[in-house]
């Protein structure tokens, strides 16, 4: 966030297993496309790719996340990572890698921005 003026949160993301625009609901008994396009396309290359909150980062602004009670306010930037780098995280949560996430959440924190490995931290304003 700090790096990239405008930006009031950052989320980390995972690129989707299967395409969003694939999958159907049942409604009344018969198979609905959740996205109508999906049902137009062939090949998963010609869809836009998709991804997914891994729940390994929060960092959000504080006013923000007052202002507008979400932790995906309008201007949310996302942290990608490699669906492996996602499992080491979960995997590892006591490692020095967390512990530095940690010292950083520290210094944000003194900046009024939440930052969250899994849920919300007490930050003071």
Do not use: K
């Amino acid at each position: 966030m700090l790096e990239h003026a405008g930006t009031d949160a950052v989320v980390a993301v995972t690129e989707a297993d299967y395409p969003p625009y694939w999958m159907l609901s049942i409604d009344e008994g018969r198979l609905r496309w959740i996205f109508p396009e999906g049902g137009r396309v062939d090949h998963r290359q010609q869809l836009p790719r998709a991804y997914r909150p891994n729940g390994s980062i929060y960092a959000i602004n504080v006013t923000a996340l007052r202002a507008e009670r979400t932790f995906y306010p309008r201007e949310t930037a996302p942290f990608v990572m490699a669906r492996e780098d996602s499992r080491q995280h979960r995997r590892h949560a006591g490692s020095p890698a967390r512990g530095a996430l940690h010292a950083r959440r520290d210094e944000l924190s003194a900046r009024s921005i939440a930052v969250s490995t899994r849920t919300l931290l007490p930050v003071s304003a």
